[in-house]
T-cell receptor, first 109, second 112 residues
């Protein structure tokens, strides 16, 4: 799996949007960009994934740069329950997930 | 609730012992993955099974082994346990024709 770079931690106020960045400058054409998150004392949870186009689902949006060398996970209105470690992962045909350190998101009430 | 179950939730044992962790995947999921999460190493992929066959291996020690049974549940066996094996062990399963893994709640292993 190609490498990703994320900030160690971020803070956001409750009910405000959060933009979590991820750099993946060595991404290949077949790598999908996946985001998982891990809430305290729980297993990782799938959030969203995409290849080239921006993606939306009920949890979040994924904005992918035109050159695909970076992406941003957008939580439109953060709640205290969104406090977690967010992992940005590149996956090709390999089935396993290689987790990095992720970004620890703190939500301030 | 992801639909993946793991037992036991907690396990405390001594160095040198052997333990078995159990995972039941979501109904219909043929793929099972095992991951280890320790404080210093983060989440590490250990091994994957697909429909009873080993599919991929990661950073799994020789003291560790796994298998997937005909009913698709999986067991991770850890032997000659060391203090450094203390960690959270997660199992995940993946539905056919999707790329998403669903993780269980984990088993916390403490080796004293």
């Amino acid at each position: 799996d190609a490498k990703t770079t994320q900030p160690n931690s971020m803070e956001s106020n409750e009910e405000e949007p959060v933009h979590l960045p991820c750099n993946h400058s060595t991404i290949s054409g077949t790598d999908y960009i996946h985001w998982y998150r891990q809430l305290p004392s729980q297993g990782p949870e799938y959030v969203i994934h995409g290849l080239t186009s921006n993606v939306n689902n009920r949890m979040a949006s994924l904005a992918i740069a035109e050159d695909r060398k970076s992406s941003t996970l957008i939580l439109h209105r953060a709640t205290l329950r969104d406090a977690a470690v967010y992992y940005c992962i590149l996956r090709d045909s390999d089935d396993k997930i290689i987790f990095g350190k992720g970004t620890r998101l703190h939500i301030l009430p | 609730d992801s639909g993946v179950t793991q037992t036991p939730k907690h396990l405390i044992t001594a160095t040198g012992q052997r333990v078995t962790l159990r995972c039941s995947p979501r109904s219909g999921d043929l793929s099972v993955y095992w991951y280890q999460q320790s404080l210093d190493q983060g989440l590490q992929f250990l091994i994957q099974y697909y429909n009873g066959e080993e599919r991929a291996k990661g950073n799994i020690l020789e003291r560790f082994s796994a298998q997937q049974f005909p009913d698709l549940h999986s067991e991770l066996n850890l032997s000659s346990l060391e203090l450094g094996d203390s960690a959270l062990y997660f199992c995940a399963s993946r539905p056919p024709l999707t790329d998403t893994q669903y993780f269980g709640p984990g088993t916390r292993l403490t080796v004293l």
